[in-house]
């Protein structure tokens, strides 16, 4: 909310500086998130009363008019506004002036035709945000006058107000905290006449939404534009005017915090009701707009219909007009969960709901009602009635809050001795009903609704006394590894590390995915998504890697390796699992550089020795998905991990292959966390032979590998794949097929073996490979 | 015949001068060889006195020594010179064999940091999932319905009610439920809000919650604790600010704002956290849950934070803009490696 320091010092002396309470306010937290200046350093600019116009010879736009700048003389200015009329009295900035935007003014031809000076509107003199026409000054003001004396120069605070404070949403509010939080005594406003109450004719039936209401009739208003003072004011805040009855109300919500509401008396019919809405009422409201309202929505209506949205907003048809005579001023105290729940159902926030939620001051609402019709009699004429109306009674006081002066210590963690506290929490208007050594009991003032247990007064005593006097204390407590630290650990150092070293980047993508993302697969949808990008929670990881991969290419990139672990989201009750996702797309180097020998494509293999970088002894089978033109299912044991291969080409923009796997991290994880333990190292030397053969195309390497192995020799320790090149022509035997080469080493855990032993058990192993498969080893 | 002691001064002279490996040969065999100069004293020993063998025999073998020992020197040198001369051909100025290494996302490696500084304060980690009831989002952290603080429009529900969590936070009951006080754990993850797109917001979000529950745990617990992570985190000379806030799950609520001259933004205060001592009322959702009087709030207290990992990696790298991490432009990511 934004608050007028010359506002704020009707009620309390403060600072030169507004540095200085704005440090103040933040440092109790209620943060100033910006200062602003208006009205400042306007000089030679004075009221000016246009006395004729008429149309500029050459520009359709544009008028010339004829003014009385009080000096006697008259003066010729082109104007390009609409909005006046003559006899009006507008701002005129003389040659010389420098405006608040940095315009200089000077004698000038506008199309010909000579203007000495220029007239203003709100914007162009920073004292408001109109700038569609002149500013049209009330005819009160004097011809000539200075405009910076009927403007004084204000500095504006635009603070954040945290939804507990309610109490802080109006200049005295906020001036009654800085007196708490200073020191510095507090002027009350003005209190006139109370009127007297009348039980009335008003028929409360909601009376838990609702648990006070008042009217007034002021009869015989003038309806018209603010005087420059109330306009200037409200407009300093940022609110529009609108005429003055409508910007008396708004005064006293800026003012005492509590919303009223003024009706066209003439245009209710019968006695008014405070109710629960029909369900379905429909009701048009001061914005245009029809609601259509449900039964637990509180309405104030007149016989026939609902006239105004309790505590939320007025109705269009009975609003205030420019032919408005007579007024009923509504002020009432709605129930905050009420006001809040209706204003959410509709989707309909105003200022009044905005502080209505947040809890207005019970003994406020007759003293702004009665501030609100003396503001009516002295601006616009208007006649109150001796008698104001009520129903039902305003919410009973809360309840006595006790607070142990040893609780407030070891909350806060430094003894503060009870005196202070006590200091502290009157300053705050609290006042102590009964009172011991160790607990004192405090009533609560009406407008702190926030104040209910005795951490909350803790609080105020830490707010008022000053974080920074808290000496801070660190001490030690030891905690056992969690199964989440094990988790975590494992992921960074079995995933990330290793697949970062085989040259693997990590990406992050939205958990929440967009429409035609989540159009390739079924997952969890939102109910309320904001926009298309965001709608469903992503079942995969797929779908974002493959997003990188199109936006790296766009941006040149000649080779895309990478990975990502996080949350899956499993339709279709939304099960988390931990996924690694990973994609590799285009060449293998990618900087050219006078090492290398090949320069070649990522491929199918490249994803398995990532995966295998990962876990070695993963296998790969044959599978079936629907994007993957060549897909593999990943096992680790007895455990589906996850699948991959290389992607339809549909599938992607990319020039060339794509190759994802997308595999449940958790799973993999599980399966690698067991601690490792030490093996003895070898003892006696490796006999090393080769193999080569000529196998047909169809042949397998799973399989050479399992005739190679099964039934295991002893002493063959392990089998390498060095070499393979296809042949166009493998002989008779074979046709075309593929040349393999493998190495086998040969060990004994207790000897030196003997050239004999491994000729021995290699003629077995050649034996078979001739015997099972028929193919012909090479040596 | 020229005496041993010449011939070993000229050994050791011709050796010297040797340049190569040919010629240093050539020295050896002309002074060892089997008609060798030094060698030939060997055969002429037989035709000395008896009584003059052993003297000049130690003379013989002296010199054969120190000449063979003159050789192997002289030659090693000569090999190693001829090493220099092959190696020093190459232009040294050629860049390194690289080696394609990948780099972390700099979220991970901000939430990594922020995590190793909270163990060494002896925190362990806890979880808790994405998708979440209003109970624990809301209800149970002292926000119920028509709370103005609970913020249904920035909320994302899905079809059977349940919602993406708007804070770690949730995490704090999670861990309440499952275990009693004490309780000092750190959850790091994502968040959702129902925020557009752009420069400094997010829909997705990451923030790390914390939760310390003990036996009189104070304000100045949490202000002495997490002033100790904001130096370690933005450096020893930062300055910490604790001010005044409000959130519905926490009382008192305090925002944590620093300061300082490393940091891009300078003289000025940037927030970066939000904490407070845990509300009763949160202790007390958490014994009804639990069924018991395990969070008693006049035994236990204990105080609580939020940190915006996104926010805190975009002080620190100095990163203008949100969208780069999720945009994963190599080029980004790789500055991070």
């Given at each position: ?28 937290g ?48 082109v104007?390009g ?7 009006d ?58 405009i ?48 007297a ?16 209401f ?37 005064f ?29 009422e ?30 939320v ?53 007759l ?51 009870p ?25 609560i ?5 926030d ?58 993508t939205?958990?929440?995915i ?24 992503r ?24 990975f ?22 285009g ?28 876990v ?5 089978r ?63 030397p ?8 000529i ?64 000729t ?20 | ?54 003297v ?10 120190t ?120 959850a ?38 997490l ?53 009763p ?8 849950a639990r069924?018991d ?12 934070f ?28 790789r500055?991070?490696a």
């Amino acid at each position: 909310m934004k608050f007028s320091i010359n506002w704020l010092r009707e009620f309390i002396d403060l600072p030169k500086d507004p540095e200085e309470i704005a440090e103040l306010l933040t440092r109790a937290g209620i943060e100033t998130k910006r200062i602003e200046t208006r009205g400042a350093n306007i000089e030679k600019v004075f009221v000016s009363q246009i006395t004729a116009t008429s149309r500029h010879p050459n520009a359709d736009r544009l008028t010339v008019c004829e003014v009385d700048d009080g000096s006697g003389t008259k003066r010729q200015i082109v104007c390009g506004a609409t909005n006046y009329k003559v006899g009006d009295k507008v701002p005129l900035a003389l040659p010389g002036a420098k405006l608040p935007n940095g315009t200089e003014i000077r004698k000038s031809k506008l199309r010909g035709v000579e203007s000495e000076g220029m007239l203003c509107s709100p914007i162009e003199l920073d004292l408001g945000e109109d700038a569609s026409g002149l500013l049209i000054l009330s005819a009160d003001v004097k011809v000539g006058a200075s405009i910076a004396d009927i403007f004084p120069a204000d500095t504006i605070l635009d603070v954040e107000i945290t939804p507990n404070r309610g109490d802080l949403l109006s200049h005295f509010g906020l001036a009654r905290e800085i007196a708490a939080l200073s020191g510095q005594p507090l002027r009350l406003p003005p209190a006139g006449q109370a009127p007297a109450l009348q039980k009335s004719s008003v028929n409360l039936t909601a009376n838990r939404e609702c648990p006070f209401f008042s009217l007034r009739r002021i009869d015989n208003v003038n309806v018209g534009p603010s005087p420059v003072w109330l306009r200037a004011k409200i407009e300093s805040v940022g609110i529009r005017s609108i005429n003055n009855i409508v910007d008396i109300s708004n005064f006293v919500m800026l003012e005492f915090g509590q919303p009223t509401h003024a009706f066209d008396a003439d245009k209710l019919k019968g006695n008014i009701n405070v109710r629960l809405a029909h369900d379905g009422e429909k009701f048009l409201a001061l914005d245009g707009k029809t609601y259509s309202l449900k039964p637990d929505n509180c309405v104030v209506a007149d016989q026939d219909r609902a006239v105004g949205i309790g505590g939320v907003m007025g109705g269009e048809e009975t609003g205030v007009t420019d032919s408005t005579k007579n007024i009923l001023l509504e002020a009432a105290y709605f129930l905050p969960a009420s006001i809040r729940r209706t204003a959410r159902d509709l989707n309909l926030q105003s200022d009044a709901s905005y502080r209505f939620e947040r809890g207005v001051d019970p003994e406020m609402v007759l003293r702004a009602s009665q501030r609100a019709a003396e503001l009516m009699r002295d601006i616009a004429g208007g006649i109150p009635a001796n008698e104001i109306q009520v129903a039902g009674e305003p919410p009973l006081n809360l309840a006595d809050v006790p607070l142990s002066y040893d609780k407030c210590d070891r909350v806060i963690g430094v003894a503060i001795s009870p005196k202070t506290v006590d200091e502290i929490l009157m300053r705050f208007g609290l006042r102590k009903t009964a009172g011991k050594s160790e607990t004192a009991t405090w009533r609560i003032p009406s407008y702190r609704r926030d104040l209910r247990r005795d951490v909350d007064l803790i609080e105020e005593v830490l707010r008022a006394y000053g974080i920074d006097k808290i000496p801070g204390r660190t001490r030690g407590r030891f905690v056992s590894t969690s199964d989440a630290d094990r988790s975590h650990d494992l992921e960074s150092l079995v995933l990330r590390e290793r697949l970062t070293t085989c040259g693997l980047s990590e990406v992050r993508t939205s958990k929440l995915i967009s429409r035609t993302a989540s159009a390739l697969n079924e997952a969890v949808e939102l109910r309320n998504p904001l926009s298309e990008d965001h709608v469903a929670l992503r079942p995969s990881l797929i779908s974002g890697l493959l997003e990188v991969l199109e936006r790296n290419i766009r941006a040149g990139a000649e080779s895309v390796s990478i990975f990502e672990i996080g949350r899956a989201f499993i339709p279709p009750s939304g099960k988390e699992e931990r996924h690694i996702g990973i994609l590799l797309w285009g060449n293998v180097a990618t900087t050219p550089n006078w090492r290398s020998q090949t320069r070649r494509t990522l491929d199918l293999f490249d994803l398995k020795g990532a995966l295998e970088c990962i876990v070695p002894d993963l296998l790969f089978r044959p599978g079936r998905f629907a994007e993957l033109a060549l897909a593999v299912e990943v096992w680790f044991g007895h455990q589906l991990l996850g699948f991959g291969g290389q992607l339809l080409g549909s599938k992607s923009s990319a020039t060339g292959p794509v190759f994802v796997a997308e595999l449940n991290a958790d799973l993999l994880l599980a399966g690698v966390g067991s601690a490792k333990t030490f093996r003895e190292l070898d003892r006696y030397p490796g006999i090393t032979r080769d193999i080569a053969m000529i196998v047909p195309e169809k042949l397998t390497h799973a399989e050479i590998l399992r005739v190679i192995r099964q039934p295991a020799e002893p002493l063959l320790e392990k089998v390498q794949l060095f070499d393979l090149f296809e042949v166009r022509d493998g002989g008779a035997a074979t046709g075309p097929g593929k040349s393999l080469a493998y190495r086998l080493t040969y060990r004994a855990k207790n000897r030196t073996l003997t050239n004999e032993e491994v000729t021995e058990a290699h003629a077995k192993i050649r034996e078979r490979l001739k015997r099972e498969l028929g193919v012909t080893p090479r040596e | 015949m020229h005496s041993l002691e010449q011939l070993r001064n000229d050994a050791l002279r011709e050796i010297e001068s040797a340049r190569d490996e040919k010629s240093l040969e050539a020295v050896r065999v002309k002074y060892l060889g089997k008609n060798g100069s030094i060698s030939a004293w060997g055969e002429r020993m037989k035709t000395l006195a008896k009584d003059e063998r052993p003297v000049v025999g130690k003379l013989l073998s002296d010199a054969r020594n120190t000449v063979t020992a003159a050789i192997e020197q002289r030659g090693a040198k000569i090999r190693a010179e001829e090493e220099f001369d092959a190696l020093a051909k190459i232009d040294i100025s050629l860049p390194g064999t690289p080696h394609e290494i990948g780099s972390l996302h700099p979220l991970h490696q901000m939430h990594d940091r922020a995590i190793q500084i909270f163990r060494r304060m002896g925190f362990a980690l806890a979880e808790g999932p994405d998708i979440e009831t209003e109970w624990y989002c809301f209800d149970a952290l002292n926000t119920p319905a028509d709370h103005p603080a609970r913020n249904e429009q920035d909320t994302f529900y899905l079809p059977d009610g349940r919602l993406l969590r708007t804070h770690t936070s949730t995490v704090q009951i999670r861990t309440m439920e499952s275990a009693p006080p004490p309780i000092r754990v750190i959850a790091s993850g994502a968040a959702y809000r129902r925020d557009e797109l752009d420069a400094t917001h997010s829909p997705q979000f990451h923030q790390i919650e914390g939760l310390y529950v003990d036996k009189n745990v104070s304000v100045a617990d949490l202000k002495g604790e997490l002033e100790f992570f904001m130096r370690e985190l933005f450096g020893a000379e930062t300055e910490v600010q604790f001010r005044p806030h409000y959130f519905p799950f926490t009382e008192p609520s305090l925002e944590i704002h620093v300061r300082s001259k490393a940091l891009k933004s300078g003289e000025q205060w940037i927030e970066v956290a939000g904490c407070g001592i845990v509300h009763p009322a949160v202790f007390e959702a958490v014994n009804q849950a639990r069924g018991d009087d395990a969070y008693d709030p006049e035994k236990w207290s204990g105080y609580a934070f939020g940190l915006g990992m996104d926010r805190l990696a975009m002080i620190l790298f100095e990163i203008p803009d949100i969208r780069l991490f999720s945009q994963n432009d190599l080029r980004f990511l790789r500055q991070f490696a």
